[in-house]
């Protein structure tokens, strides 16, 4: 059912309508950079699951389709496997390659529905490096024990490659006006589609049964302090992900500016620190600004 018209004719749709097109939403693309790269090594004579993992690890499309394949075909495993390098050897390089084949590329799909130019390659680099620093703000607290804070970081805004990907037309409306609004993204994403990223991406995710950490991360990532459980790692993505936004490195796609102070006030430093001891904040905020530094080189060489 359709609920109501925008100007330019997108109509936002009731929530049967976004399950219907989520069904048929195909596998979710790749970055071009990242596939060549793949399957460049795919194809030497000389490969290793370490390499394979380090590019599939820049890819949140690429890593959720791991992820799910792995643990589809071995569904008997007593724990999900929750490391992409144990996906990798698990799977094999024969089956990596036909998931690389068949992975549709965001720039092309871009180009063939005339869609907004959305800039893909610095919304990779959001991903990633908030990825990067999920894993510096957990460090903070607690050693991860897997990567799956890497994962939940890398995945936190898959709901915007869903919504390009299976809503391109609202996704064109919703960045022609995100380009120029004081309104926040979310406000505007539910205004035109009838729903956000945050609760999108984790639909997208639940249906396609991947591990809860990943779900959570996609539906709480902006409000980590409602999260049913994960909440430290959830508060981490949270913080990493306004560090990026202050800092300007990549693009969210959200441009509304992100101050110092909105950092400092999130609500996930609360559920890192919960006794408000001050001192170890400053501490920690001190060696985030320092990985900050280092990241735009980082994340320049990675796509
Ligand atoms: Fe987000
Ligand atoms: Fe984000």
Redesign the pocket.
């Known amino acids: 059912m359709i609920v109501s018209s925008t100007q330019s004719g997108v109509s936002q749709l009731d929530s049967a309508e976004i399950d219907s097109r989520l069904e048929k939403c195909p596998s979710l693309p790749s970055l071009s950079s990242i596939n060549k790269a793949l399957q460049g090594l795919l194809f030497a004579e000389q490969r290793y699951a370490a390499q394979i993992s380090e590019i599939i690890r820049r890819d949140p499309s690429l890593t959720a389709r791991l992820l799910r394949l792995v643990n589809s075909v071995y569904y008997g495993l007593s724990t999900p496997v929750n490391n992409i390098e144990e996906a990798v050897f698990y799977l094999g390089v024969r089956q990596i390659r036909q998931l690389t084949m068949v992975t549709p590329i965001i720039e092309d799909f871009q180009r063939l529905s005339c869609q907004c130019s959305f800039p893909w390659r610095e919304f990779w680099q959001h991903c990633i490096g908030t990825a990067i620093l999920t894993r510096e703000v957990v460090n903070l607290v607690q050693s991860p024990p897997d990567d799956s804070d890497y994962i939940a970081g890398l995945v936190?805004?898959v709901?915007?490659i869903v919504m390009a990907w299976g809503f391109p037309d609202h996704f064109a409306e919703i960045h022609r006006r995100a380009a120029h609004a004081t309104q926040a993204?979310?406000d505007i994403e539910t205004e035109i589609l009838g729903i956000?990223?945050?609760q999108l991406?984790a639909l997208y995710l639940q249906r396609h049964q991947l591990p809860d950490l990943m779900i959570r991360s996609a539906r709480f990532?902006?409000h980590p302090e409602q999260a049913d459980g994960d909440e430290l790692i959830i508060a981490s993505v949270q913080i990493a992900?306004l560090l990026m936004r202050n800092a300007r490195i990549g693009c969210?796609g959200?441009f509304i500016e992100v101050t110092r102070e909105q950092c400092l006030a999130a609500s996930g430093w609360r559920v890192l620190f919960p006794d408000q001891a001050s001192a170890e904040q400053t501490i920690a905020r001190a060696s985030l600004d320092r990985c900050l530094e280092r990241l735009p080189s980082v994340l320049e060489g990675l796509v």
């Open positions: 936190h805004d709901g915007k993204l979310s956000d990223h945050s991406g990532h902006h992900d969210s959200n």
